[in-house]
């Protein structure tokens, strides 16, 4: 009789199913093709479905950051930039707000520039925790390693990895980068980051605990700030969908034609966006919307149509995962109707 294996809590980390750098990565500039459907329909989508969800009043404005609770429930903008630079806006889309979590995903693209696929998946991780974006329980689970970079642990240690001799060089080149994927720099929130900072015991508990195992390349309170500051910077929705609209054209902006990242290294963001962007709710979400997709608490979503172009939804009110309400529903008619999902699309 054959005796099953031990059963583990969660899959040993680094993977059983390891990249063979061979067979990965030939860093061509092939990215995913197909096209959005012409500009009067997508225009006249973009305004049916602000329209449509405009008047939804569910969800909650997160209050865990004080300044964040001074959002209005009732902004929702929402903007599409095509692959070729094209750019459609509706409502509230050059409305300011802290960018959040959105940054972990442009984060993790310049670290991976710099360190490479291998490296970053073995030190970060790609797999999704189940659990809530500030989890500790995922860390002990998972034998004191992060899962993936876009909830808390992942994304404090993977901000820890940034290139630079000093805090003061680590910070320009998250500023610089993160600007780079819009096309303009961006500004600070120093409110938004004051009050995070303030706030913040529970990352910088994340912080510390992934000292103690071992897993974090800089000092925990150092790479506290640094994180907070990421996610301190102001984007608009128009803004957000430029920087997914970057990896929609495999790293290069289609605003201002700069080379941003390898496409080898979008193709890597946009996976783990997939499986994690959505934090626990990334299944539903792909099984609804069919594309990566990345959201934050202070109410952006970004989504990615490879090879087509990039939507972004702006709107506070979030649901029990920290999604925001409005921009998921806006999100998933829209993939319905102009095609987009990656998995089987047609349009309407
Ligand atoms: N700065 C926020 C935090 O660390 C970002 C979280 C989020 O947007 N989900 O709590």
Known sequence: MTTL????????????????PDLVHPDTRVVSTG?????????????????????VQDGAVAD??????????SWF?????????HRFSFGDAQLKFSIQSISKAFVYALVVQELGHEEVRER??????????????????????????????????????????????KWDFIHAGLSNFVGHPLEIDERVYESEMKTNTRNRSIARLLESYGHISLDPTQVTELYTRQCSLLVTAEDLATMGAT????GECPISGVDVVDPSVSRDVLSVMATNGMYEASGDWLFEVGMP???????????????????????????????SVRGIRATRHLSNKLGLNMFASTVQ
């Open 35 to 55: 096209r959005l459907p012409d500009a009067d329909h997508v225009r006249e989508m973009l305004s049916e479905t602000y329209e449509r969800y405009r008047h």
């Open 247 to 250: 990896l929609a054209d495999g």
């Open 64 to 73: 865990y950051i004080p300044a964040l609770a001074e959002a209005d429930s």
């Open 293 to 323: 997709g990345k959201s934050g608490v202070s109410g952006g979503i970004v989504t990615i149509a490879p090879g087509k172009g990039s939507l972004a939804t702006f709107s506070p009110p979030l649901d029990a995962a920290g999604n």
């Open 5 to 20: 294996p031990e059963q583990t809590l969660l899959p040993e980390h680094p993977t059983a199913f390891p990249s063979e």
């Open 77 to 85: 903008g929402l903007s599409l930039t095509s692959a070729n630079g």
């Open 124 to 169: 970060i991780g790609v797999n999704n925790t189940g659990l809530p974006f500030n989890s500790v329980m995922a860390i002990e689970l998972n034998g004191g390693r992060t899962m993936n970079p876009l909830v808390n642990a992942g994304a404090i240690a993977t901000t820890s990895l940034v290139p630079g001799k000093t805090w003061d060089e």
